[in-house]
């Protein structure tokens, strides 16, 4: 079965860092790059990053440039999304998605989001 | 970096009206621009991509038109099941980005 399972919620003080797993199943985890995506309670969708799972490369919203880093494991198929030094605003659904193709980066199948709250 | 705007925020419709849908470009993403559907407690779904093209499984009541900086999605004649927040996203350029959503609600 063609999936993304992320891993559970996160309570966190602020300051500190959270890191979010997604793990692939039933396709090649190395022929699609992969996003993080968050979302805040009753607000809309902000684009983090993007991993190359071939080669590593990445890009980051810049927002969020030295606060974040986005790695995989190919031997466990897993992507992570670690986030430094968070604040409230941090507080958010935070959700891993997958390219379309290697080269068209839209999102066909999504994880079903890891809940991270971020409070004193 | 592209800024994406919506509109309307809302549309406000009842089921088998035509809903039309907006998303304009801050600058030309070609046709580089995808269309999302998400429920509530729900990842988005692919709807369209590439301004037009209908993604696996996706009715045919939904269609995707456009390009440079103006396009639309529209849903044909509205299903119980429509009723949702809509965003476009473009893949032009980096950083990638979403436009802020309509909500599309049964009046």
């Known amino acids: 079965q063609v999936q993304l399972v992320q891993s559970g919620a996160e309570v966190k003080k602020p300051g500190a860092s959270v890191k979010v797993s997604c793990k692939a199943s039933g396709y090649t985890f190395t022929n699609y790059g992969i996003s993080w995506v968050r979302q805040a309670p009753g607000q809309g969708l902000e684009w983090m990053g993007w991993?190359?799972?071939?080669?590593?490369?990445?890009f980051y919203a810049q927002k969020l440039q030295g606060r974040v880093t986005l790695t995989t494991d190919t031997s466990t198929s897993t992507a992570y999304m670690e986030l430094r030094n968070l604040r409230s605003d941090d507080t958010a659904v935070y959700y891993c998605a997958r390219d379309v193709t290697s080269h068209r980066r839209y999102f066909d199948l999504w994880g079903r989001g890891t809940l991270v709250s971020v409070s004193s | 970096e592209i800024v994406l705007t919506q509109s309307p925020a809302t549309l406000s419709l009842s089921p088998g009206e035509r809903a039309t849908l907006s998303c304009r470009a801050s600058q030309s993403v070609n046709y580089f621009l995808a269309w999302y559907q998400q429920k509530p407690g729900q990842a988005p779904r692919l709807l369209i991509d590439d301004a037009s093209n209908r993604a696996a499984g996706i009715p045919a009541r939904f269609s995707g038109s456009g390009s440079g900086t103006d396009f639309t999605l529209t849903i044909s004649s509205l299903e119980p099941e429509d009723f949702a927040v809509y965003y476009c996203?473009?893949?032009?350029?980096?950083?990638?980005?979403f436009g802020g959503g309509t909500k599309v609600e049964i009046k």
């Open positions: 996203q473009q893949r032009s350029d980096w950083p990638l980005t």
């Open positions: 991993i190359s799972v071939y080669n590593g490369n990445t």
